[in-house]
């Protein structure tokens, strides 16, 4: 059983910071992209950012320059560093994530969420 956690969230006002961690735990072999998605209330869930595991980063065009997406593979952690934050980066933030675990094959997981919350 493949799990993945998020922590991080919370409420903050417009122009701070939060850093988002997301840990993977079960019998991994290997962890291949990582990503982070959001959803905000009445809208459709968008990705925000991903990394390879050759550590190459994308960015939605919303976050450039405010969002830095990282990973430690020895700790099967990605992290969301988000700074100058803004009252419309208010959502739930998902990590997703293609792993590989032992007996099972790759497949693609989810965590539960952590919310958000930028105050104007």
């Known amino acids: 059983q493949v799990q993945l956690v998020e922590s991080g969230g919370g409420l903050v006002q417009a122009g701070g910071s939060l850093k988002l961690s997301c840990a993977a735990s079960g019998r991994i072999v290997s962890i291949n992209s990582m990503r982070w998605y959001r959803q905000a209330p009445g809208k459709q869930r968008e990705l925000v950012a991903s990394i390879t595991s050759g550590y190459t980063t994308n960015y939605a065009d919303s976050v450039k320059g405010r969002f830095t997406i990282s990973r430690d593979n020895a700790k099967l952690t990605v992290y969301l560093q988000m700074n100058s934050l803004k009252p419309e980066d208010t959502a739930v933030y998902y990590c997703?994530?293609?792993?590989?675990?032992?007996?099972?094959?790759?497949?693609?997981?989810w965590g539960q969420g952590t919310q958000v919350t930028v105050s104007s």
């Open positions: 997703n994530a293609d792993v590989h675990a032992a007996m099972l094959g790759t497949f693609n997981y």
